[in-house]
């Protein structure tokens, strides 16, 4: 009874010390993470300056194009992110430092859930710089503090949903190669979705596709504090999407961890 | 029929802690491992000795539980290394070929995770990590990052995180390839002393003929992932006859000690003013032999003893040689 | 060089093999030249869908679908997309070492670099036909017809000249590949920052200005003014000029980086 406590510290130790190891390493290098910044900020420069006039299209939702393009870029931001840490086991796929990780004692699950939480904290780099940056350029937050809050839920939790799904093909192709792939398919599942209009803006395959996209409710949920007042309506569906891919991507993620190491 | 009872008689007194039986891996076609039964005692330096692709990560990676043999059954500190890889884990350090560490974080930072992840409460995985720097000379360096580290320090911070549990058995996969010399005999010098002081039971694979005989007291010699030969080193070298005796002296007295030294061994050819023999019972006898050439009134001038070596046992037994085709990657 | 003829002929003749080489290299890794079609389409796709409503946006020009508004946009990513390759290409070959012993033979040096431009301008060209195929299939319409899509296709080829001689001087420079794909989300970041995808019109403020002086910006209006308004030949002669200048000036600036690294060496 007492052991199976014990092993229960030891798992959860065993989590947090993969997740600070991540964080250690963007200390070490930071240049590692300089792209995650980066992009999402220049997405929402180009997205913003090229679209500015969007706003004056009756029904948009918003009279500033920062409150609606900001959520997206940093949604968009946190899904590179969560890859990004995905890299960090690509690493030590290549290096033979996975090897280490394996030779530990106890379930390998407190593994998979450690490069997971760094995913998590990883996301919170661009989601704030994001935030940050649009501020300065005359965003407003009319939904206030819980507004924010939803937006960093959004994202970290998105991070995690694209850092499992990062690991399932990892743990198949065991390449670094494959998180190029897995960029394409994240930027994809994002364009085709409520980024730059809302729904009642589109027409044909795009209006079912954003429909059925389970992003455009995660979308939803981190934008909404930026439209207006936080409302559970929204809240619930963007919650529902984000534990119910976790729950699938960590599913497969947990499969595949097994079948490489035995 | 000697060797067997031998080989019975250890078994009795002495623990086996590494033991395999019919351990076999296929990666589709290519048979890497071809059905090995091994028995390591405890307190062992056991040496896995082939060339480059002959099974040896393989079959290690089996005994360390990093992959599921495809057939047959291993047994690691008495755990099965399938159905109880975790116990056998708790029990076994393991340094991987090519020092698997992380290039970003420091040796500080790696020791702690290491100890972490093996469940060694803080403050004495502080202090053994310490002593384990001290050990491994590293001390200086653990706040650097290990990208910085030369191939030696490397192998020598890899060695002491495999040992942050105090595991029973180590395993040591090609620990020096790759080394320059001097790092090298450190290393060496530092296996020893944990298996004398320690008693940790060691298990090394190498390619390395001299690194085979310096440090293991057994060893198997494995080729296309088949075992082709085992044995003590000493043992196996006399297997392949005795070794040859070279000496020079003055050419009158060649008679003399031509009829001397028949009694030590058959006549092997040698050059004008040199008499050579293959010398019955090796290195031991050649003392008695030069008491009984200076009986007989003979000058040894020169002596040489050529004994067969690991690589003439590894040509008898493969038809090819060990040495010269070791290529040193990168 | 250009003094006597037979150089020359010979110069165009190792130009048109080395040409060819990079085509084989090319094509060998189509799935590399897949994303560069893909994206633009993804991208087509989504925006016709979903931007009809900007249509009707005061300023937003005079157009029958956004579809036929985005076709130009489209075919200058597609090809945006690879127009590296002809430097990050160069780059490894001076990485690997192959590019020394392409110097120390006895071809001339200029084909060197050009073969690798022609052959990025002939994958070009193959794109953009690609491209305005399927737009046509899905509705799309040229207004100056097949004169229009000659002028766009070559257009095409001449803005992947212009790019991919920045690379290669850049990859002569740096003599790194990474540093030459780096400058990959920057020319993404400069079609953006242009009418590639939305008319300048209506943008505002400092982003306009710089979209407004952005070359693909001038190179996107007169093509987009050949499919949704009809043909011009000032429109023809400016969508052929202006990547033209200025691929002038990026390959005489490699020509000139490559003769610099010669004579230092």
């Known amino acids: ?185 994240a930027f994809g599942a994002l364009f085709i979705s409520v980024g730059q209009v809302p729904q009642s803006f589109m027409d044909g395959w795009l209006k079912i596709a954003a429909r059925y996209n389970p992003i455009t409710n995660v979308l939803e949920l981190s934008r909404q504090g930026f439209l207006g007042d936080v409302a559970w309506s929204t809240t619930w569906p963007g919650l529902v999407a984000l534990a119910s891919m976790s729950f699938v991507a960590g599913g497969l993620a947990w499969r595949g961890l097994k079948k490489l190491a035995p | 029929m000697p060797s067997r009872v031998q080989a019975l008689i250890r078994k009795i007194d002495m623990k086996s802690v590494v033991e395999a039986n019919g351990l076999r891996r296929t ?124 191939g030696g320090m490397r192998r020598r911070l890899d060695l002491a995180l495999s040992l942050i549990h105090e595991p029973k058995i180590l395993f040591l996969d090609e620990p020096t390839t790759g080394l320059d010399p001097t790092s090298r005999t450190a290393l060496w010098e530092e296996v020893r002393r944990l298996n004398t002081e320690f008693g940790t039971t060691v298990f090394l694979t190498t390619q390395y003929l001299e690194e085979a005989d310096e440090l293991a007291g057994r060893i198997a010699i494995i080729d296309y992932g088949k075992i082709v030969r085992e044995g003590s080193p000493a043992d196996l070298k006399a297997s392949i006859g005795a070794p040859t005796l070279r000496i020079d002296i003055d050419p009158q007295n060649l008679d003399k000690a031509q009829s001397v030294l028949s009694e030590f061994g058959i006549d092997r050819p040698a050059r004008d003013g040199r008499v050579a023999i293959g010398l019955d019972g090796g290195v031991a006898k050649v003392a008695e032999v030069v008491n009984a050439l200076e009986k007989q009134g003979v000058e040894v001038l020169h002596l040489e003893l050529d004994a067969p070596s690991l690589d003439d046992v590894f040509a008898e037994a493969t038809g090819r040689r060990l040495e010269g085709a070791e290529t040193p990657d990168e | 060089m250009n003094k006597n003829s037979p150089n020359l002929r010979l110069a165009g003749v190792q130009t048109l093999e080395l040409t060819q080489r990079a085509l084989q290299n090319e094509f060998r890794q189509w799935v590399v030249i897949l994303p560069g079609l893909i994206f633009p389409l993804m991208m087509a796709a989504v925006y016709s869908s979903q931007f009809g409503r900007t249509l009707g946006l005061p300023g937003f020009p005079e157009v029958r679908s956004f579809l036929d508004f985005i076709l130009p946009g489209s075919i200058v990513q597609a090809v945006s997309f690879g127009a590296t390759s002809a430097g990050t290409a160069l780059a490894l070959d001076i990485e690997d070492g192959f590019f020394d012993r392409l110097m120390a033979s006895p071809v001339s040096r200029v084909p060197i670099l050009l073969g690798r431009l022609g052959g990025a301008a002939v994958i070009a060209a193959g794109k953009a036909i690609i491209l305005i195929l399927i737009f046509l299939a899905f509705g799309a319409q040229i207004k100056a017809g097949i004169g229009g899509a000659l002028i766009i296709i070559l257009t095409a080829s001449l803005l992947v000249l212009a790019i991919g001689g920045l690379a290669q001087s850049m990859a002569i420079r740096t003599g790194s590949q990474e540093a030459v794909g780096a400058t990959f989300p920057l020319i993404f970041v400069t079609i953006f920052m242009s009418s590639a995808f939305f ?49 002038v000036v990026t390959v005489s600036l490699a020509i000139r980086s490559l003769q610099k690294m010669l004579r230092s060496s």
Request: glycine content about 10%; proline content about 4%; overall charge positive.
């Open chain 1, 1 to 185: 009874m007492s052991s199976g406590l014990s092993e229960m510290k030891h798992s959860r130790q065993v989590a947090a010390a993969i997740c600070m190891r991540g964080m250690r390493r963007i200390k070490a290098r930071p240049v590692l993470i300089v792209p995650t910044i980066v992009m999402p900020v220049v997405l929402v420069i180009s997205f913003t300056g090229a679209f500015s006039s969007l706003t004056r299209i009756e029904g948009y939702g918003t009279s500033n194009i920062y409150n609606w393009m900001a959520p997206y870029g940093a949604l968009q931001g946190a899904v590179f992110a969560g890859i990004g840490a995905v890299g960090s086991s690509a690493d030590d796929l290549e290096q033979g430092f996975f090897d280490r990780l394996l030779l530990t004692p106890g379930s390998r699950f407190p593994l998979l859930m450690g490069t997971v939480g760094y995913s998590a904290f990883r996301a919170l780099i661009p989601t704030t710089a994001v935030f940050f940056f649009s501020l300065a350029l005359g965003m407003t937050v009319p939904g206030g503090i819980i507004g924010v809050l939803s937006l960093y839920i959004a994202t970290s939790f998105l991070a995690v949903v694209f850092c499992l799904i990062g690991l399932v093909i990892l743990y198949k192709m065991k390449t670094q190669r494959s998180l190029m792939l897995m960029q394409v398919i």
């Open chain 3, 199 to 247: 008319p300048t019109s209506l943008m505002e403020g400092w982003f306009r200005a710089l979209a407004e002086n952005n070359p693909i910006t001038w190179t996107v209006d007169p093509i987009r003014r050949l499919v949704i308004q009809g043909w011009s030949t000032t429109d023809a002669l400016q969508a052929l000029g202006v990547p033209l200048l200025i691929s």
């Open chain 2, 27 to 150: 990666f589709g076609d290519l048979v890497a491992v071809d059905g090995i039964d091994l028995s390591v005692s405890e307190g062992e330096v056991f040496g896995f000795l082939g060339p480059n692709g002959a099974g040896k990560s393989t079959a290690v990676r089996m005994l360390t539980t990093l992959l599921r043999p495809t057939d047959g059954q291993a047994f690691v500190g008495g755990y099965n290394v399938v159905s109880q890889a975790s116990e056998v884990r708790k029990v076994i350090g393991v340094a991987l070929q090519d020092a698997a560490i992380d290039p970003l974080m420091t040796g500080h930072e790696l020791l702690k995770l290491q100890a972490v992840l093996h469940g060694i409460p803080r403050q004495s995985a502080r202090d053994r990590g310490e002593e384990l720097l001290e050990r491994v000379g590293l001390s200086a360096a653990a706040d650097r990052r290990v990208g910085t580290y030369s």
